[in-house]
């Protein structure tokens, strides 16, 4: 170790050509595995890394490593805010400090060189080339660490200043949300963390893609026109799949109307694809065996599965990463973000001939020169740009991360229904490994968000939105019994007081449309509902109602503003069938204050439990299910001791969640009447994976159940329950509602005002 660290020397950047696989310690796993297929004459395209040694110095010059890591010492994880407002706070740190200048030299010096011919590094010193260079080069920048946390990838990137900019975002990636929680779930301190930088020589590609090895007898293949881009919307991939003999191949073309490409400019772009290139095959029978070949040699190098990242230029094959692939491939249609299947494409201009190839800007470089040291780069997007309403997991960009940790499944069972509320594939994914069945909030207006584009852009562009949300809803939804698909709340720059939610909806109905359609073609044999945000009229909910017509789906609210709230007893009456509460949009409209105002802001103010009680005897009189959305624990113990239904957490936090309302319960209904009985403990447990679960009798005394009784009697235990229900319904209506228990026929009011 410490002789190879030795080898390392003072340089803060190695080439390609100096490193292989046995040096990931010192520049993370995909740049050691590209240095290997590098020194083995695989078409790797040159690049340099920065290192360990570099990344070190970087937080050292900067000061920002004793500052980092006093921050993430005092880090709550278990609590989704606090990890989200500690991953702005590190990334906003390292983006707005001054890069070292000796590791700029460094970096510009090698950047320099890799622009280069082998016969003009030959004919003069490096320096001497760098006075006379006359246009810099066009890099990919991509992050490189262990065990795969945080890895963040940049392309298009020219000139010094703009790679400066890139390397600082790709080094901020690695304390992004998922990379944070993820060291935290492999155990990954702060000190043995770091990130390389991978600098490489952009390809600009005919055709690119990944390929997928396994211990089976097949390869798959994902191809597509271009530069690739699997976090574009509407760009969609072939199918191959190739016997390891290299002798049989299946193909799966699908229908592709865009490619993600440069124009003249060095601007990434999306364009529209050419009529003869739509339908046709990305890769020729050559093409295929040829990259099959590839896979399997890649393969024999590492001794492993191997996830394959290629590219093809003209006729020249190039590989560009490969890392372990954990899984085997399954030979089946499993839809891509984006993807359409080629038999149920909607194109509404289907049968218009399309005589040029017609571009569109969808992005500006990814990143800006840096006007002077120490400032961070503008937004790639423009001021005003639609963000989801609800609590963020990443930032936009559309990057679809790997699982942190595989989790179990939860092993506490509850009488509060745990449900999840899931904004990307990679939390589906999570939610699935727990066990639980309900997806109880799926955010379309976070899938939009991390396509970088807004609603008005998809307001022109309606063929390729409900693309957008059919493919990932059809990869989101997964195994899940019961999915409830909220329709997109997404803020502009006038935020909670902007046009979002259903008032965009209904302002542009194109868009709610769309959604609904979507929604409509999703082949799923459970339960599937709709939530509406922002709802703020009756007549709204009635629109709602006639623009669903026969799709077969049911109708919820979400509860965000205080109007929602008054609304309560009248939605309960016209058949909603969900109300999930958004405690942190509601708190802040009524108590008129931001949730950054830490003075004011809070969602156990008693102005609001006072309101959300009654919304829960309200929709306890109509049997219809209320969820909380919400991580303030005081908040959450107030309402289960109401007897809330349900209470939805992201899936990277389940865990801690289910323990803690299981101690919520055990406080609030051990020893009563209320407390979960033994076979609804075992009714939950039915359902879950096979797996060793905890004891659940919340009176501690392990009593068992004699199974026969328990069937003669729950009739008559659930008559009990219910006429207990009713009486204590009775007596709130006259403690908060001030009013005899027989004037029923009176109008509800709810002072909010």
Known sequence: ????????????????????????????????????????????????????????????????????????????YSSLEAV????????????????????????????????????????????????????????????????????????????INSLVVA?????????????????????????????????QKMIYSDKSG????????????????????????????????????????EKKPVKKEIALGRDSSGSTKVFKLKEGKINDCVLSEYEIK??????????????????????????????????????????????EVGEEKENNVVEETEG???????????????????????????????????TSSRPPIEEAGGKEVESSSELSPVSKITKTKIGLYLDSVFSSKKGEALGIKLAGLVSIGEIVSSTGKDLDYYLKNLNEYENLIYGNLNKLIGDYQEVWISLSDILDAKGLFG?????????????LKTELKAISRIN????????????????????????????????????????????????????VSKIVIDSVNLTQCILGTSKENKQFFNEANEAIILQLEYVLRVCKRKNVFVDLLSENFELIDSLIEKEINGVLVKPEFAENFVDKIFEIEKNHFGGTDKELRQYEVRKEEEKLPEKDVEENDLSGEGESVDETVVENNVSELNAAQIEKDIAAIEEEKKEYLGRDSENESSKDTLGIF
Not at 1 to 18: H, L, N
Not at 122 to 136: F, H, K, R, V
Not at 172 to 194: H, L
């Open 352 to 386: 218009k001939e399309v005589k040029e190839v017609v571009k569109e800007e969808v992005m500006e470089d990814d990143v800006v020169e840096e006007k002077e040291e120490g400032l961070a780069p503008k937004s790639v997007y423009p001021e005003g740009t639609r």
């Open 524 to 575: 799923f044999e459970g339960k599937l509902g709709i939530l509406l945000p922002q709802l703020i009229s009756m007549g709204d909910f009635e629109k709602i109602k006639r623009m669903v017509g026969d799709y077969d789906f049911e109708i919820g609210v979400i509860l965000d503003t205080p109007a929602s709230l008054q609304l309560i007893k009248d939605l309960c009456e016209e058949g």
């Open 499 to 511: 046009l979002h939610g259903l008032k965009y909806g209904l302002t542009h109905e194109g868009i």
């Open 210 to 249: 990944f390929g997928f090895t396994t211990y089976e007898d097949k390869i798959k293949l994902e191809a597509t026109w271009g530069f690739g881009g699997k976090d574009i919307a509407g760009v969609l991939f072939d199918k191959y799949f190739i016997v390891k003999d290299l002798n049989s191949i």
């Open 167 to 199: 390397i600082k975002k790709v080094f901020s990636y690695g304390f992004s949300i998922e990379a944070i929680m993820e060291r935290k779930d492999k155990n990954i301190s702060f000190s043995e963390f770091f990130i390389g930088i991978i600098v």
């Open 1 to 76: 170790m410490v002789i190879k660290e030795a080898e390392f020397g003072d340089k803060y950047v190695k080439w390609f050509s100096q490193l292989n696989k046995d040096d990931l310690e010192f520049v993370g796993k995909k740049a050691a595995n590209l240095g290997e297929l590098y020194s083995k004459n695989f078409p790797v395209p040159n690049g340099f890394v920065i290192t360990k040694k570099g990344y070190d110095y970087f937080l050292n010059e900067t000061k920002l490593r004793e500052k980092i890591k006093s921050i993430l010492e005092s880090l709550d």
């Open 84 to 159: 989200k407002e500690v991953s702005e706070k590190i990334k906003k740190l390292i983006m707005d400090s001054t890069f070292p200048d000796d590791l700029r030299k460094e970096v510009a010096e090698a950047y320099g060189d890799l622009g280069l011919s082998h016969l003009d590094l030959e004919s003069g010193s490096a320096s001497d080339i760098l006075n006379t260079a006359s246009e810099p080069i066009f890099t990919a920048v991509r992050g490189s660490s262990v065990g795969g946390e945080g890895e963040e990838t940049q392309i298009n990137i020219k000139g």
């Open 290 to 335: 040829r990259l099959g070949d590839f896979s399997l040699k890649i393969e024999e190098v590492f001794l492993s599965p191997q996830e394959i990242g290629w590219a093809i230029e003209g006729e020249n094959f190039f590989i560009l990463d490969s890392k372990d692939f954990g899984g085997e491939i399954k030979q089946e249609d499993d839809v």
